[in-house]
């Protein structure tokens, strides 16, 4: 059996859980650059407020209904989620994190235990460890799983548990879902099967091998299985390692100044070496990119980017900067009003494995002791609180996030203080 705990509203129960005194209003939370709704209470959702709806479209129906609205404080939310998976893994042995608020459990192992009631104590100790409240859906594959997920969230609320082990349970829950809310079904496919008579996922399972091959391919095909009770789904407990990383940011404002633009490279460039270094991974191509507006059709347009080959592949802050700046080099103009930038790293291969270059002459084990330095400085006092001066500390093209939460759980000047009369 399989069980899939997801954190109910999850953005926006992070910020209740630091003030209280959200709890029973409607939230928002809005994406980067506070630019779009990507969360919502469900007081928020029965006001209408659309998943994606630009911010500026509800600005007044949000203000006229008291709703509090947040900027995206993904510290936070990181950090909560981090809890509430180790609480899972003290559980049971294989955690797959999903999500930053799903993961499926491997139940194989507690086969004779009663799975209803362990799900009830998983999601007790939870809510008494981080004050999240989850819903848990169990059943034999992962899809069964996500729909029995959902159907106690909608169903048992009361309980947040949903076990769906028998023919008959699962036959109830085949029925009750949708095909819209089928997992892996968008709404494209939702119109496909819904023109072909095909309402629910009971209705899905029994429809012939070859159609369901031919008109959602092997993907399609497997989840069918899965909705049947058979596993198709390999489990992936240890994440594959990442073949690309990726930094992009909307700008704050719309930038014109090539020194304003390359504070925001060697920023994404230092990220992205940072994130190689957590890998363990290093780079052998790296990609900048800049482009302006395209929602702005008035505005003279303009998109580039260029694939730089790195002479030795590296997770070197230093190299990967000078590229990426020299990249921005290449493609900048002039005239032009940008609204993002991004520096990619390409075709990564673990670090022990690096093929040094004939006439590479850098200290590279000089290199990896000022990086373990780096990093292990900034972990201790903050992220790039140590930086190349290339980075700057303008924030000029730093991401608008004028409603952003404190980040009570990893800032010392953030944590709550209890005052007692």
Request: aromatic content about 8%; hydrophobic content about 40%; some cysteine.
């Amino acid at each position: 059996m399989i069980a899939l705990v997801d954190v109910n509203n999850f953005y926006a129960s992070c910020e209740r859980m630091f003030d209280p005194s959200l709890n029973g209003k409607p939230i928002v939370v809005l994406s980067n650059n506070d630019g779009c709704a990507i969360a919502r209470s469900d007081e928020a959702k029965a006001l209408g407020i659309e998943m994606g709806t630009p911010y500026y479209m509800v600005k007044d129906l949000l203000k006229v209904n008291g709703v509090k609205v947040f900027s995206s404080n993904y510290t936070l939310y990181g950090s909560m989620s981090q809890r509430v998976m180790h609480l899972l893994k003290s559980f049971v042995q294989k955690v797959e994190v999903y999500s930053i608020d799903e993961a499926f459990l491997d139940l194989s192992d507690l086969r004779y235990a009663d799975l209803s009631s362990l799900a009830i104590e998983i999601r007790e100790k939870i809510k008494s460890h981080t004050g999240l409240t989850v819903s848990i859906g169990i059943a034999p594959t992962r899809a069964l799983a996500k729909s029995a997920n959902r159907f106690a969230k909608k169903y048992k609320k009361d309980t947040g548990v949903h076990f769906a082990g028998s023919p008959e349970q699962i036959n109830e829950l085949l029925m009750a879902t949708p095909v819209g809310e089928i997992w892996g079904i968008g709404r494209q496919y939702e119109k496909l099967l819904l023109a072909n008579g095909i309402h629910s996922a009971a209705d899905l399972i029994l429809q012939p091998t070859e159609w369901i091959r031919k008109t959602f391919s092997v993907v399609g095909q497997r989840l069918v299985f899965e909705l049947s009770g058979i596993h198709a789904i390999k489990w992936d407990d240890v994440p594959a390692p990442k073949k690309n990383i990726c930094t992009s940011r909307g700008f704050g404002e719309l930038l014109t100044a090539f020194k304003d633009i390359q504070q925001a490279v060697a920023a994404h460039a230092g990220s992205c070496a940072r994130k190689l270094r957590q890998e363990q991974s290093c780079a052998t191509k790296l990609q900048v990119f800049i482009q302006t507006n395209p929602h702005k059709g008035e505005m003279e347009q303009y998109f580039s980017g260029v694939t730089l080959r790195l002479n030795t592949a590296t997770n070197n802050s230093n190299e990967l900067i000078k590229f990426a700046v020299n990249g921005l080099k290449m493609i900048y103009k002039s005239g032009y009003q940008y609204l993002k930038c991004g520096v990619m790293v390409l075709d990564l291969v673990p670090e022990h494995t690096i093929q040094m270059g004939l006439f590479d002459t850098r200290d590279r084990v000089k290199d990896q002791r000022l990086m373990q330095s780096l990093d292990a400085t900034n972990k201790i006092f903050g992220k790039d609180v140590v930086r190349y001066a290339t980075q700057s500390f303008d924030n000029k093209w730093h991401l608008n996030a004028r409603l952003l939460s404190p980040c009570y759980t990893t800032r010392i000047n953030d944590i709550m203080k209890v005052k007692s009369y």
